[in-house]
């Protein structure tokens, strides 16, 4: 009799362990799994990194920020003066802006809606 009980207790066992290894496997996002498409709307909206972009023209820092949010999305488009020297307008054809980057102190001195090969002087001093 004994053996039988524990024969039963150790197929119980056996159950629960599979139940709850099939459980996981069936629903892995209450276990804290991200998918995809949740990862990639973390973060600021296209919207809102223009904005934080021209909210800090002109502050060191800019540049590199430019470089995170578009990072291999700017077209050069024309050199001018301005800034340090010269300026590089760039532009991002998916949104439709361009941006005008000093690299000499790694700043955005002027950002403007539409394809714009050259900015006027005092926008970019």
């Given at each position: 009799m004994k053996l039988n009980s524990l024969l039963t207790g150790m197929a119980m066992l056996g159950l629960v362990t599979v139940g709850g290894a099939s459980l996981n496997i069936i629903t892995p996002k209450m276990i804290g799994f991200a998918t995809a498409a949740e990862?990639?709307?973390?973060?600021?909206?296209i919207q809102e990194k223009i904005a934080l972009i021209t909210k800090s023209k002109g502050q060191i820092g800019s540049g590199?920020?430019?470089?995170?949010?578009?990072?291999?999305d700017l077209e050069p488009l024309s050199v001018q003066p301005g800034g340090a020297g010269m300026v590089v307008?760039?532009?991002?054809?998916?949104?439709?802006?361009?941006?005008?980057y000093c690299a000499t102190y790694d700043v955005v001195v002027a950002v403007k809606k539409g394809r714009i090969a050259a900015f006027a002087p005092n926008e970019v001093k």
């Open positions: 990862v990639k709307q973390s973060g600021p909206s590199d920020q430019l470089r995170r949010f578009f990072y291999g307008n760039l532009y991002n054809k998916a949104n439709d802006v361009t941006f005008s």
